[in-house]
């Protein structure tokens, strides 16, 4: 049975997508047999993946209609092993107002998952900067949640909705826990941020992954481009920094 990953925040900006990407390939390229799910109708995870356009179905199409299985495609990503995929576009923006018409809304992606979960050891789920249905979904359907915040304190009310937003979920999803808050584009020049950092660490302890995912150039560069960070050259540093974050990964789920 897979091990199912939300990659969540209400919050836009803070490096959902950046984690999920280079999480994803990371965990496949240590050998893990990975599908991530893009549901997020602006569709940056199947851009960053090359598969738009890759399929006539999206994740929308599956929501919609529980006859309609996951439409999984191999990833084009120069950086990519074997890793699969599912694509979303903008249709996931009506799907979405579609679904709250529908009987056992919440449950659309976990009981699509049911029938292919066994086919991988890692799923995570890319989601959008929103609680609404399709968050939602995806915390019903994850077995735990990986948090990326930024270290700046208007992040941190961000963080504490989404927490209790997971506390909610447990209603649904009773096995549902935070496997942990990841520190995203810090930079420790900044006062604020060692700050925040600092309280992060002091506020929810161990819940805090220890790797911290820096203001490193070369991942801005890939985000900015659309791409991984295997396909930046020098790109050692900020490689290294997934590795550590894949090996907390592991370990915690």
């Not at 280079?22 to 965990?27: A, E, F, K, R, S």
């Not at 006859?67 to 694509?87: F, M, Y």
């Not at 909610?168 to 942990?180: S, T």
């Given at each position: 049975?897979?091990?199912?990953?939300?990659i969540?925040n209400?919050?836009?900006?803070?490096?959902?997508t950046?984690?999920?990407?280079?999480?994803?390939?990371?965990?496949n390229?240590?050998?893990?047999?990975?599908l991530?799910i893009?549901?997020?109708?602006?569709?940056?995870?199947?851009?960053?993946?090359?598969?738009?356009?890759?399929?006539?179905?999206t994740?929308?199409?599956?929501?919609?209609?529980?006859?309609?299985?996951?439409?999984?495609?191999?990833?084009?990503?120069?950086?990519?092993?074997?890793?699969?995929?599912?694509?979303?576009s903008?249709a996931?923006?009506?799907?979405?107002?579609?679904?709250?018409?529908?009987?056992?809304?919440?449950?659309?992606l976990?009981?699509?998952?049911?029938?292919?979960?066994?086919?991988y050891?890692?799923?995570?789920?890319?989601?959008?900067?929103?609680?609404?249905?399709?968050?939602?979904?995806?915390?019903?359907?994850?077995?735990?949640?990986?948090?990326?915040?930024?270290?700046?304190?208007?992040?941190?009310q961000?963080?504490?909705?989404?927490?209790?937003?997971?506390e909610?979920?447990?209603?649904?999803?009773?096995?549902?826990?935070?496997?942990?808050i990841l520190?995203?584009?810090?930079?420790?020049?900044?006062?604020?941020?060692?700050?925040?950092?600092?309280?992060?660490?002091?506020?929810?302890?161990?819940?805090?992954?220890?790797?911290?995912?820096?203001?490193?150039?070369?991942?801005?560069?890939?985000?900015?481009?659309?791409?991984?960070?295997?396909?930046?050259?020098?790109?050692?540093?900020?490689?290294?920094?997934?590795?550590?974050?894949?090996?907390?990964?592991?370990a915690?789920?």
């Open positions: 049975m897979a091990k199912i990953i939300a969540a209400q919050k836009g900006g803070v490096g959902k950046t984690t999920a990407l280079n999480l994803g390939i990371t965990l390229r240590l050998g893990n047999r990975v991530c893009d549901m997020d109708p602006q569709g940056n995870l199947t851009v960053a993946l090359g598969i738009a356009g890759a399929s006539s179905k994740i929308a199409d599956a929501l919609l209609d529980r006859n309609v299985p996951l439409p999984i495609v191999r990833a084009g990503q120069s950086g990519v092993v074997s890793l699969d995929a599912v694509p979303a903008l996931l923006s009506t799907a979405e107002a579609a679904l709250l018409n529908k009987l056992g809304r919440e449950f659309r976990r009981d699509q998952l049911l029938a292919i979960d066994s086919a050891d890692y799923i995570l789920i890319d989601t959008p900067p929103s609680l609404g249905i399709l968050t939602i979904n995806s915390l019903v359907a994850a077995q735990s949640v990986v948090i990326p915040t930024e270290a700046r304190f208007f992040s941190l961000g963080l504490q909705m989404l927490q209790e937003s997971v909610e979920v447990k209603y649904l999803n009773p096995k549902l826990r935070v496997l942990g520190v995203s584009k810090y930079d420790k020049r900044l006062r604020e941020e060692r700050s925040v950092s600092t309280y992060l660490r002091k506020t929810w302890c161990e819940l805090v992954f220890t790797t911290e995912v820096g203001t490193n150039s070369k991942i801005l560069e890939a985000a900015s481009a659309g791409r991984s960070i295997f396909d930046v050259d020098n790109n050692e540093r900020a490689t290294d920094t997934y590795s550590a974050l894949a090996t907390e990964v592991i915690r789920a």
